[in-house]
Nanobody
Framework: QVQLVESGGGLVQAGGSLRLSCAAS????????MGWFRQAPGNEREFVVG????????SYADSVKGRFTISRDNAKNTVYLQMNSLQPEDTAVYYC???????????????WGQGTQVTVSS
């Protein structure tokens, strides 16, 4: 089992930045591909970004390319999502996921966190 806990969400004005964190426990973090998804009210959960278990490759949704950056710190068992130039359409609950030996393009994950709310005001 892998437990994931997201943090760092909040309320920010358009054009602002936030950094989300997802802390993992339970299994060797370095063996897991990680991803961030988001779900806005009335919408399905959508892929935002993924990073391979090796940490060498990433994949971004077109809507966040150039604004969001994923990174991982295996020593801290944590994956981060730096979000810059936030827009109201980025408002959603953000979830992190983990998959054993997952790749950066993964869309299916084995474990999920509880989510953290990001609200961007105009």
């Amino acid at each position: 089992q892998v437990q994931l806990v997201e943090s760092g969400g909040g309320l920010v004005q358009a054009g602002g930045s936030l950094r989300l964190s997802c802390a993992a426990s339970g299994r060797p973090f370095s063996m897991y591909g990680m991803g961030w998804f988001r779900q806005a009210p009335g919408n399905e959960r959508e892929f935002v970004v993924g990073i391979s278990w090796t940490g060498g490759t990433t994949s971004y949704a077109d809507s966040v390319k150039g604004r969001f950056t994923i990174s991982r710190d295996n020593a801290k068992n944590t994956v981060y999502l730096q979000m810059n130039s936030l827009q109201p359409e980025d408002t959603a609950v953000y979830y992190c996921g983990a998959k054993y030996h997952g790749m950066h393009y993964q869309r299916s994950y084995d474990y999920w966190g509880q989510g953290t709310q990001v609200t961007v005001s105009s």
